[in-house]
T-cell receptor, first 112, second 113 residues
């Protein structure tokens, strides 16, 4: 069973702080890694993708990947109340259809 | 908006009845997926398709079947709905092997009573 594990949360941070979300995965053949944001009652929205080791920055978001440790993280700088949502880590399988396996999500609350 | 429409958006049905959910895309993407989302379980893959008439099972396929007779439509059928199938169902699409991002529809909230 290929697994994706996220820190269970919920996570609360004050406005302006850095929120750190973590994810580990079991399939060493995984090629692609994603972070989705999901507001309550809405569908998941892709916010970051990362394919190679290291950091990838997009605005206030930084994704970090370490394939040797099978670890992916998402940092949100200058957190805003609008960042309050559930963040889902997803890993693309090494199978032919590259289906995504998701973690159970971390609920983030940014306190004003 | 990734050009994905799910229907219906909400449905209440009785135990034992068949139910079909529809996912329609306007992007001509090859890969389509059905997930269910339940509290504490995240998103779990039910079935997926890699082309017209080409489908395969995911991790929670029991009690579900799918069909894809056209590129744009991917149907999920609950043969005989049970209360354990009460969930939110999401369809996702992906362009091809080189494009790995998946985009989701709005979801269908299904309640089996």
């Amino acid at each position: 069973q290929k697994e994706v594990e996220q820190n269970s949360g919920p996570l609360s941070v004050p406005e302006g702080a850095i929120a750190s979300l973590n994810c580990t995965y079991s399939d060493r053949g995984s090629q692609s890694f994603f972070w989705y944001r999901q507001y309550s009652g809405k569908s998941p929205e892709l916010i970051m993708s990362i394919y190679s080791n290291g950091d990838k920055e997009d605005g206030r978001f930084t994704a970090q990947l370490n394939k040797a440790s099978q670890y992916v993280s998402l940092l949100i700088r200058d957190s805003q109340p609008s960042d309050s949502a559930t963040y889902l880590c997803a890993v693309s399988s090494s199978g032919s259809a590259r289906q995504l396996t998701f973690g159970s999500g971390t609920q983030l609350t940014v306190l004003p | 908006d990734a050009g994905i429409t799910q229907s219906p958006r909400h449905k209440v049905t009785e135990t034992g009845t068949p139910v079909t959910l529809r996912c329609h895309q306007t992007e001509n993407h090859r890969y389509m997926y059905w997930y269910r989302q339940d509290p504490g379980h995240g998103l779990r893959l039910i079935h997926y398709s890699y082309g017209v008439k080409d489908t395969d099972k995911g991790e929670v396929s029991d009690g579900y079947s799918v069909s894809r007779s056209k590129t744009e439509d991917f149907l999920l059928t609950l043969e005989s709905a049970t209360s354990s199938q009460t969930s939110v169902y999401f369809c996702a699409i992906r362009q091809d092997m080189g494009a790995t991002e998946a985009f989701f529809g709005q979801g269908t909230r299904l309640t089996v009573v």
